[in-house]
């Protein structure tokens, strides 16, 4: 991707701490009758990108959506900044306000400015000053190069704009982990870049990251490993070099050669 | 066509442009009066039929109107005398020196008169209190709130129905009436039908089979009946069941009756702006670690409400004529009022019954339109987030 060559020197070598951010152990989820995660087993450390991809419908976007509790499994382990993550309000409620969550379909909250969309939760989940809250949010808002849209609705901006926005919502809650589920996927191809510029600029200052994408370019460049998924299993990890270049499982190859041609 | 610069033949297939097209004023006949009425009144043959019509029947119905209601009308007098019919004065109008006599009835009902002032310090606090609240850029609105929500019903209870340790004579509540019970009546039920529907509305889409089960049969069942049931069913059935001491006082059951009512419609009315609320946004919300009720508060239902603040007004202004319904438990509203009055034989005359329902017309029309210009004002300023 034409986008990436500005960072094609690579990011600078970042520390990988000894601490899990995030202890995934067979995990099992079902809707209804239907097995969509199989003993999924993963594990994340503190300041590591990740990237998973996989065809659709292989429980990429699940697997994300369990670590902040949106959906609910039926078996296994997940430890999330060492709060163990059962079906218990009081740990979904302490594990949700450290990780944050960009959507690909951005959801904004489109009755409140993008200022105000940034502030609610400092505001209303972490009892932060208003003032403060939205100086915080400025600074966040400043990062993704869109200070001066503060004070319009999310309707009014273009759609790269507001997946900024959303990230910078996200990143108002001062997260440890970020999930990003497709976050470009519904974006027009010009705007594409200025959201993976965002992303890449979040790696570089060490954010534990964990994004399911399809953008090779922004897996080869920021991950610090590639994980593919199919049929709701894990079917290779791999760094990315190994994962592009010398993919060893059969159904690997196969996806790459046909989202790489 | 000289400044624009042909490529090649007639049938050129490439164009450059090397000169703007100048701009020239408009055809005569497309603006001004002229344009406006061809376009919107005479656009088609069709239309200018229409148009010819509805003139014809404007032409037809308002002259007389203005006749019966300004022009032939009657202002004062004290009796039915006033009213008839004289060689002098062949035609005659409304009678609104009857309206104007009986002004203070349809106000205030069978209220004892020496106690009226208590009624009327009543209307004011209620006038304060609506004006604090329904003006959107009102200081201090928290303190608004306390005041119409808490302060301002305990005060009326007492103020209204009498508190004798401070001078204030107990006044029955079947001696209450007119004006004043209809906007007792419609501003209960408006003001607790939208909390109760929001809350039933919400119980209707739990997760929690209990709470739904009980929404929806109160739902179901409210709706599966008439208003004037329901009100039966408060004044004649309850107090079969409950001993005579524990039976609330009539107009508190109607009370109850009406508001109930109309949370049942108004559950539905907000469980469909909640239907149209994206579930991403409630994702959204939770990903942010916000809980239940605020996501509801900060994101789910300010843009839920406004989606149905056309439903929620139609709502209202259908309670606030339903109010009238109150008189089939023997309830003086204001309607009954005038109805009792009209039979005056003081005042008996051709046009009594006309004058009478006239003022009721324009009294319930001045108040319901009311209602529609304000909800559309607060539509407006809720649509901030719409432009572009």
Same mark, same amino acid.
């Given at each position: 991707?034409?986008?990436?060559?500005?960072?094609?020197?690579?990011?600078?070598?970042?520390?990988?701490?000894?601490?899990?951010?995030?202890?995934?152990? &067979?995990?099992?989820?079902?809707?209804?009758?239907?097995?969509?995660?199989?003993?999924?087993?993963?594990?994340?450390?503190?300041?590591?990108?990740?990237?998973?991809?996989?065809?659709?419908?292989?429980?990429?976007?699940? %697997?994300?959506?369990?670590?902040?509790?949106?959906?609910?499994?039926?078996?296994?382990?997940?430890?999330?900044?060492?709060?163990?993550?059962?079906?218990?309000?009081?740990?979904?409620?302490?594990?949700?306000?450290?990780? &944050?969550?960009?959507?690909?379909?951005?959801?904004?909250?489109?009755? %409140?400015?993008?200022?105000?969309?940034?502030?609610?939760?400092?505001?209303?989940?972490?009892?932060?000053?208003?003032?403060?809250?939205?100086?915080?949010?400025?600074?966040?808002?400043?990062?993704?190069?869109?200070?001066?849209?503060?004070?319009?609705?999310?309707?009014?901006?273009? &759609?790269?704009?507001?997946?900024?926005?959303?990230?910078?919502?996200?990143?108002?809650?001062?997260?440890?982990?970020?999930?990003?589920?497709?976050?470009?996927?519904? %974006?027009?191809?010009?705007?594409?870049?200025?959201?993976?510029?965002?992303?890449?600029?979040?790696?570089?200052?060490?954010?534990?990251?964990?994004?399911?994408?399809?953008?090779?370019?922004?897996?080869?460049?920021?991950?610090?490993?590639?994980?593919?998924?199919?049929? &709701?299993?894990?079917?290779?990890?791999?760094?990315?070099?190994?994962?592009?270049?010398?993919?060893?499982?059969?159904?690997?190859?196969?996806?790459?050669?046909?989202? %790489?041609? | 066509? #000289?400044?624009?610069?042909?490529?090649?033949?007639?049938?050129?297939?490439?164009?450059?442009?090397?000169?703007?097209?100048? #701009?020239? =004023?408009?055809?005569?006949?497309?603006?001004?009066?002229?344009?406006?009425?061809?376009?919107?009144?005479?656009?088609?043959?069709?239309?200018?039929?229409?148009?010819?019509?509805?003139?014809?029947?404007?032409?037809?119905? !308002?002259?007389?109107? !203005?006749?019966?209601?300004?022009?032939?009308? !009657?202002?004062?007098? /004290?009796?039915?005398?006033?009213?008839?019919?004289?060689?002098?004065?062949?035609?005659?109008?409304?009678?609104?020196?009857?309206?104007?006599?009986?002004?203070?009835?349809?106000?205030?009902?069978?209220?004892?008169?020496?106690?009226?002032?208590? $009624?009327?310090?009543?209307?004011?606090?209620?006038?304060?209190?609506?004006?604090?609240?329904?003006?959107?850029?009102?200081?201090?609105?928290?303190?608004?709130?306390?005041?119409?929500?808490?302060?301002? =019903?305990?005060? #009326?209870?007492?103020?209204?129905?009498?508190?004798?340790?401070?001078?204030?004579?107990?006044?029955?509540? #079947?001696?209450?009436?007119?004006?004043?019970?209809?906007?007792?009546?419609? $501003?209960?039920?408006? !003001?607790?039908?939208? =909390?109760?529907?929001i809350l039933l509305a919400l119980g209707r889409r739990s997760q929690m089979p209990a709470v739904k089960i009980v929404s929806v049969v109160f739902i179901e069942f409210v709706r599966g009946v008439p208003l004037v049931t329901v009100l039966f069913m408060a004044s004649v059935m309850l107090p079969l069941f409950v001993p005579p001491a524990w039976s609330p006082d009539?107009?508190?059951?109607?009370? +109850?009756?009406?508001?109930?009512?109309?949370?049942?419609?108004?559950?539905?009315?907000?469980?469909?702006?909640?239907?149209?609320?994206?579930?991403?946004?409630?994702?959204?919300?939770?990903?942010?670690?916000?809980?239940?009720?605020?996501?509801?508060?900060?994101?789910?239902?300010?843009?839920?409400?406004?989606?149905?603040? =056309?439903?929620?007004?139609?709502?209202?202004?259908?309670?606030?004529?339903?109010?009238?319904?109150?008189?089939? +438990?023997?309830?003086?509203?204001?309607?009954?009022?005038?109805?009792?009055?009209?039979?005056?034989?003081?005042?008996?005359?051709?046009?009594?019954?006309? /004058?009478?329902?006239?003022?009721?017309?324009?009294?319930?029309?001045?108040?319901?339109?009311?209602?529609?210009?304000?909800?559309?004002?607060?539509?407006?300023?809720?649509?901030?987030?719409?432009?572009?």
């Amino acid at each position: 991707m034409a986008a990436m060559e500005a960072f094609d020197a690579g990011i600078a070598p970042h520390q990988v701490s000894r601490e899990v951010a995030v202890d995934i152990k &067979g995990l099992n989820k079902w809707f209804g009758e239907f097995q969509v995660l199989r003993d999924v087993d993963l594990t994340l450390r503190r300041g590591e990108r990740i990237v998973i991809c996989g065809p659709s419908g292989s429980g990429k976007s699940t %697997l994300i959506r369990c670590i902040n509790g949106l959906e609910v499994f039926q078996k296994g382990d997940l430890v999330v900044d060492g709060i163990p993550l059962r079906n218990d309000v009081k740990a979904l409620a302490l594990v949700r306000r450290e990780v &944050g969550m960009v959507f690909q379909q951005f959801n904004l909250f489109p009755h %409140l400015t993008v200022l105000e969309n940034c502030t609610l939760a400092p505001i209303n989940v972490r009892k932060m000053p208003v003032k403060q809250a939205a100086e915080v949010a400025l600074k966040f808002l400043k990062r993704v190069r869109i200070p001066e849209q503060a004070d319009k609705y999310p309707g009014q901006l273009s &759609g790269g704009q507001q997946q900024r926005v959303a990230i910078a919502r996200a990143l108002c809650m001062s997260p440890k982990l970020m999930l990003f589920d497709e976050p470009t996927s519904a %974006l027009d191809p010009e705007m594409v870049k200025e959201v993976l510029d965002t992303m890449v600029q979040l790696a570089m200052d060490g954010m534990t990251m964990i994004v399911v994408t399809h953008e090779m370019g922004f897996a080869r460049q920021v991950a610090d490993r590639v994980v593919f998924m199919d049929a &709701g299993q894990i079917v290779e990890i791999n760094t990315p070099e190994e994962f592009f270049n010398h993919p060893q499982h059969e159904r690997t190859k196969l996806f790459l050669s046909q989202i %790489l041609k | 066509m #000289s400044s624009i610069a042909a490529v090649g033949t007639e049938h050129s297939l490439v164009f450059v442009r090397t000169a703007p097209a100048p #701009s020239l =004023p408009p055809p005569f006949a497309s603006t001004g009066v002229i344009g406006w009425m061809r376009t919107n009144l005479f656009g088609t043959p069709f239309n200018a039929v229409l148009t010819v019509l509805i003139v014809l029947f404007i032409a037809w119905a !308002v002259p007389p109107l !203005v006749r019966f209601l300004l022009i032939d009308a !009657v202002w004062s007098g /004290s009796d039915r005398q006033a009213c008839l019919a004289t060689v002098a004065q062949p035609h005659i109008g409304a009678c609104w020196a009857f309206v104007r006599e009986h002004l203070a009835f349809f106000t205030y009902g069978f209220y004892p008169i020496e106690g009226r002032w208590r $009624v009327d310090i009543f209307f004011a606090m209620l006038a304060f209190g609506m004006g604090w609240m329904l003006w959107l850029d009102a200081p201090r609105r928290g303190l608004g709130a306390l005041y119409f929500f808490g302060i301002f =019903p305990i005060v #009326s209870f007492f103020l209204l129905y009498g508190l004798p340790p401070l001078g204030l004579e107990i006044v029955d509540t #079947s001696l209450w009436g007119g004006f004043l019970i209809t906007v007792v009546v419609a $501003v209960v039920g408006i !003001v607790t039908s939208l =909390p109760l529907g929001i809350l039933l509305a919400l119980g209707r889409r739990s997760q929690m089979p209990a709470v739904k089960i009980v929404s929806v049969v109160f739902i179901e069942f409210v709706r599966g009946v008439p208003l004037v049931t329901v009100l039966f069913m408060a004044s004649v059935m309850l107090p079969l069941f409950v001993p005579p001491a524990w039976s609330p006082d009539k107009l508190i059951r109607a009370l +109850v009756g009406v508001a109930l009512f109309s949370a049942a419609y108004m559950a539905e009315v907000v469980r469909a702006g909640l239907q149209a609320i994206p579930k991403g946004q409630w994702e959204a919300a939770s990903a942010l670690g916000l809980g239940y009720w605020q996501t509801l508060r900060f994101i789910v239902l300010p843009p839920a409400l406004r989606i149905t603040i =056309p439903n929620i007004l139609n709502n209202y202004v259908s309670l606030f004529k339903d109010t009238t319904l109150v008189f089939f +438990v023997g309830i003086f509203d204001f309607l009954k009022t005038i109805e009792a009055s009209r039979e005056d034989p003081t005042w008996a005359t051709p046009v009594t019954s006309a /004058s009478g329902y006239a003022f009721a017309a324009l009294v319930y029309f001045t108040c319901c339109y009311s209602m529609a210009r304000y909800a559309l004002g607060i539509e407006r300023r809720l649509g901030r987030s719409e432009r572009r």
